[in-house]
C-alpha cells in the first residue's frame, strides 16, 4: 500500500486549502484513512481520520468546525479540506492508512500501518 500526500502550499490567514492523499495497492474501500501533522519543534499530532466506507469521522479539537475530511473511493482518494486556516495549522501534514473493524476511525499513530510522505502546509500573518 503506497499513498502520497499533495496539496500544500502557502495560504494567508484565514484562507482555506484543500489536500489530497492518494491511496493505492489493495482495494482503497478496505481503508480508514487519517490525517496527523507535525509543526516544526513539535510531536506529530492527530488531525481528522475518516472510517472505512465513509460513515464515520473524528477531528482533533483544535481543527473542529474548520477542517472537514471525505473521500472518492472511486478516486482512490481522501481529501482534507481546511478553512480559516491559522499560523498554528503551519505543518507537515501526512496521512495514513489501516485495515480497522467497519465503523471504527483510528485516532492514534500507533493504529495506522501505512504511511505516506507528507505535504507542507505553511499559513502565513
Known amino acids: 500500500v503506497q499513498l502520497q500526500a499533495s496539496g500544500g502550499g502557502l495560504v494567508l490567514t484565514g484562507g482555506s486549502l484543500r489536500v489530497s492523499c492518494a491511496v493505492s495497492?489493495?482495494?482503497?474501500?478496505?481503508?480508514?484513512v487519517g490525517w496527523f501533522r507535525q509543526a516544526p519543534g513539535k510531536a506529530r499530532e492527530f488531525v481528522a481520520a475518516?472510517?472505512?466506507?465513509?460513515?464515520?469521522?473524528s477531528y482533533a479539537d483544535s481543527v473542529k468546525g474548520r477542517f472537514t475530511v471525505s473521500r472518492d473511493d472511486a478516486k482512490n482518494t481522501v481529501y482534507l479540506e481546511m478553512i480559516n486556516l491559522k499560523p498554528d495549522d503551519t505543518a507537515i501534514y501526512h496521512c495514513?492508512?489501516?485495515?480497522?473493524?467497519?465503523?471504527?476511525?483510528?485516532?492514534?499513530?500507533?493504529?495506522?500501518?501505512?504511511w505516506g510522505q507528507g505535504t507542507l502546509v505553511t499559513v502565513s500573518s
Open positions: 495514513a492508512a489501516d485495515s480497522p473493524r467497519w465503523g471504527v476511525v483510528p485516532g492514534k499513530e500507533t493504529e495506522y500501518k501505512y
Open positions: 495497492g489493495w482495494p482503497f474501500s478496505n481503508y480508514a
Open positions: 475518516i472510517s472505512r466506507g465513509g460513515g464515520a469521522t
